[in-house]
């Protein structure tokens, strides 16, 4: 790293470097310049972040009772309270693209908005995504233009939901029709994807014996740069410095849980934790670690694959997501059912506190960002892609008003909501999909 001198502001790509490890910074005081607060106000990167959670939900325990305000919370959305002055649901969103009505175009066309082509073969065709548009613009100056994450670590191949490729069902992201974008859902592996050197499997084994942390490797560079920041700075890096030691710690926990058991797990690759909610929160964390320090600014996350089968004891339901959701209106199913829906918005309400701790220039690092939590399907007991569960958090620069039930009268594209996102977030689009225009009541100011 060059030598810095107080006299000029430090680039916003400023990184820490040592032994083929990259570690990007927060924004600093120090990287704007002191001659206009108009320039420090612009310095935040504006981000985006897509969660998706598969099989709709139950929609009498998701809606909120208000019609225009949280005020009051559904069950289903009950621990977004500590969180709600920065979230706002919206209801009567629908998905046409998505029909005939199935878990792989539900999946498919959620960040698309587009038709899959019905097709058990590699001829899929589909659309770019939303997030893959962003990741265009917004993209081009970071190190990962887009960060793909998932919770499943095996992609099933071939034809999985009636006669459509289980392309459609595994991947979120689609840079071109013709291109979908794999997720990973290890988290070592994503932790070096953002600040390691990466290489082959046997590479990245040796190398996690030999080193003890990512720090360590770049705490000359960061002494050298601690002498030139103020008080407010140093306590900036520190802080983020911290969360980064803190992912280490519990990756290199989980690795050392799966090392010491002695039965062969082949499902479970070394570095996952154990159970689901650790996984999860392992994987969010990562995101926000990565937008603190500017690596990527567009990330995906997907919470379940469609027709999931996964079980979650930690929160006592052990009968399989899948089935559960169609329920048939059984009153015992829809109650195990409604509590999955419930987990996973309690795991992205903790992201979004998350954001909100975060500082970043006069604000946080979700004031900044935007978030999108929902699913392509509403009831799934019916295969429906209609009045979908969706959640919009953050963007408080972007004017974002929080703590708002909006209601549509009448059914309105979700390719709306994600041509308003882009447009916020500095994406300049005249259509999205089968987008009509901008939705209208989530933001101060907003043309229709």
Same mark, same amino acid.
């Given at each position: ?200 499997? $046997? =590479?990245?084994? /040796?190398? &996690? ?10 705490? *000359?560079?960061?002494?050298? #740069? ?122 992205? $309400? =903790?992201?979004? /506190?998350? &954001? ?10 979700? *004031?900044?960002?935007?978030? #999108? ?76």
């Amino acid at each position: 790293m060059s030598t810095f001198t107080t006299r000029k502001a430090l680039p916003r790509r400023t990184f820490l470097r040592g032994l083929g490890t990259t570690l990007g910074l927060p924004l600093l005081d120090a990287m704007v310049p002191a001659a206009t607060a108009a320039t420090r106000a612009a310095q935040p990167a504006k981000r985006l972040a897509y969660i998706f959670i598969p099989m709709g939900c139950d929609l009498s325990r998701w809606t909120p009772p208000g019609k225009d305000t949280l005020d009051e919370l559904s069950p289903i959305l009950s621990s977004l309270a500590p969180v709600r002055q920065h979230v706002s649901v919206i209801s009567n969103l629908e998905l046409q693209p998505a029909y005939p009505g199935t878990h792989a175009t539900s999946n498919a066309a959620f960040l698309s908005a587009a038709h899959a082509k019905h097709t058990e073969s590699t001829d899929y065709f589909l659309g770019i995504t939303a997030d893959q548009i962003a990741a265009q613009q917004i993209g081009r100056q970071t190190q990962l233009p887009s960060l793909e994450l998932a919770m499943d670590l095996m992609q099933t191949v071939g034809q999985c939901d009636n006669g459509y490729a289980c392309v459609y069902q595994n991947n979120l992201s689609w840079s071109s029709p013709t291109t979908p974008l794999p997720a990973e859902a290890h988290p070592r592996l994503v932790f070096e994807r953002l600040f390691g050197e990466g290489g082959s499997k $046997a =590479e990245r084994s /040796a190398a &996690l014996k030999q080193r003890a942390s990512l720090l360590d490797f770049v705490k *000359d560079d960061m002494s050298r #740069l601690s002498r030139t920041l103020g008080p407010e700075d140093r306590q900036r890096v520190d802080h983020y410095l911290e969360s980064v030691r803190e992912v280490e710690r519990r990756i290199q926990k989980a690795e050392a849980g799966v090392a010491e058991n002695p039965l062969p797990d082949l499902d479970r690759p070394v570095g996952v934790p154990a159970a689901y909610a650790d996984h999860a929160r392992l994987l969010f964390d990562l995101q926000v670690l990565a937008m603190q320090g500017d690596v990527t600014r567009v990330s995906t996350f997907q919470l379940a694959r469609e027709t999931s089968n996964r079980t979650y004891p930690e929160i006592g339901v052990s009968d399989p997501h899948h089935p559960l959701s169609h329920h048939g209106n059984d009153p015992a199913k829809i109650e195990k059912f409604s509590k999955i829906n419930a987990f996973h918005v309690s795991l992205f $309400a =903790e992201f979004v /506190a998350k &954001l909100a701790a975060t500082s970043e220039a006069e604000g946080s690092l979700l *004031d900044h960002t935007l978030c #999108l939590y929902g699913s392509g399907m509403g009831n799934p007991n019916v295969h429906d892609h209609t009045n979908l569960p969706v959640i919009v958090a953050g963007g408080a620069a972007s004017g974002m008003k929080g703590g708002r039930h909006l209601r549509y009268d009448k059914p309105v594209p979700l390719a709306n909501l994600h041509l308003t996102l882009l447009d916020k977030a500095g994406v300049k689009l005249d259509r999205f999909g089968d987008s009509q225009g901008k939705i209208s009541g989530l933001f101060d100011t907003l043309s229709i």
